[in-house]
């Protein structure tokens, strides 16, 4: 089960294509957007691997339930609904929107907008409303049929002739300008994938470990590395910012010769509608959750058929994405990126801190428990002799 932890890191990783990152570190790529990378960088591994071990001993355990455990029901309930509310939700309409915009541009510029937002709503709310089991089955299957596909984009962008080094030799001399905070919120996104434990940690048993834990930093790293540079190296140090779907033209940039696929743009468009309903089943299925232990209507991970109230809670999802689309558009999309970007790293922060205290009190409730168990024990030696 530890590979579908493993297969968030991944997504995440690649799914801040989506989600206004590049732009935000290209717009300050003279302004401390490198030093804020290696700040970022930093943060986020120590963050992730406190995190992780953290989760490994609450085997079976999501964060409601942890929570439930060492604070009063109250404060668990505004926890949970808060995060549920202001990161798991936005983030997923975020993406759903930024993704249903850069494909209608590209693909099918003259369609009306809600059409394409009907046909990625739907497939991320009828997934979303499964059991937790079966959001993982689905969740592996997509990345074993992308995976391939990304690895060959990736490589076939490092090594594109056209490249031009020189550019991000010159960008990454700017590393000893300071960050703004803005840069580093935004970079530690792309390791945000640990954070899902808060859901499916409940699938893990008793006396599980995080093996090869230090994945989750190096394929962060390089994937932020790959987000900034490749871009620039494609675009040049100034022409770069003149993009407003950056990665896009950077994927049209690019040509195959492999059998009737030409333009690159098409794989990658392909690809990353795969990742961004991906993306967006999960957090809708973490939003569906959170908002059902709060009402005392969480059951197992395994609830076959799908719950009445997951259903209905995925339509109302839903009708959310439809009604912020209705009043936003790519200009300001853009800016609630960066809102929800900042708040979504401040929940991070508490997050392991609160995960750091749930351990304190469990070793502190165990010492505690310690001498009375042996005393116990010794009681019962004595009267078997």
């Keep these: 089960m530890i590979r579908y932890f493993y297969y968030h890191v991944f997504y995440v990783g690649m799914i801040n294509i989506m989600m206004f990152v590049p732009t935000l570190l290209i717009r300050d790529r003279f302004h401390g957007a490198v030093s804020g990378m290696l700040v970022a960088i930093a943060i986020s591994s120590v963050m992730s691997l406190v995190t992780m071990a953290c989760f ?63 046909l990625l709503a739907g497939a991320a709310a009828w997934a979303s409303c499964q059991s937790t089991r079966t959001v993982q089955f689905i969740q592996e299957i997509a990345m074993v049929l992308i995976t391939p596909l990304i690895i060959l984009f990736l490589l076939k962008a490092i090594t594109n002739e056209n490249m031009n080094w020189d550019a991000i030799r010159y960008v990454a001399g700017y590393v ?86 030409n333009r690159v743009l098409y794989v990658f468009l392909l690809m990353f509608t795969g990742i961004s309903l991906l993306y967006v089943m999960n957090t809708w299925h973490t939003t569906i959750h959170f908002i059902r232990y709060t009402l005392n209507g969480y059951k197992s991970v395994e609830e076959t058929p799908a719950s009445r109230i997951n259903i209905w809670f995925s339509v109302g999802i839903g009708a959310a994405a439809f009604v912020y689309m209705y009043f936003i558009s790519t200009e300001e999309n853009q800016r609630v990126s960066e809102v929800w970007i900042i708040t979504r790293f401040f929940v991070e922060i508490l997050t392991v801190f609160m995960m750091l205290y749930f351990v304190w009190r469990q070793k502190k409730s165990k010492s505690k428990n310690k001498p009375r168990a042996e005393a116990q024990s010794a009681a019962i030696g004595k009267a078997a002799e």
């Design 56 to 118: 490994e001993r609450f085997p079976g355990l999501g964060y409601p339930e942890i929570s439930d455990l060492y604070l009063p029901r109250w404060l668990t309930k505004v926890n949970i609904l808060s995060a549920a509310l202001f990161v798991w939700l936005p983030s997923g309409i975020i993406v759903l929107y930024s993704y249903a915009e850069t494909a209608r541009m590209f693909f099918y510029p003259d369609m009306p907008p809600l059409v394409n937002l009907i």
């Design 176 to 261: 000893r300008i300071a960050p703004s905070f803005i840069t580093i919120a935004a970079s530690t996104f792309l390791f945000s994938g640990y954070m899902s434990l808060v859901l499916f940690n409940r699938m893990h048993e008793e006396g599980f470990k995080f093996k090869f834990r230090w994945v989750v930093p190096l394929f962060s790293s390089l994937f932020l590395a790959v987000t900034f540079f490749v871009p620039i190296g494609f675009h040049g140090t100034v022409g770069v910012q003149e993009y407003v779907y950056l990665w896009s033209m950077t994927a049209d940039s690019m040509a195959l010769d492999y059998g009737f696929i």
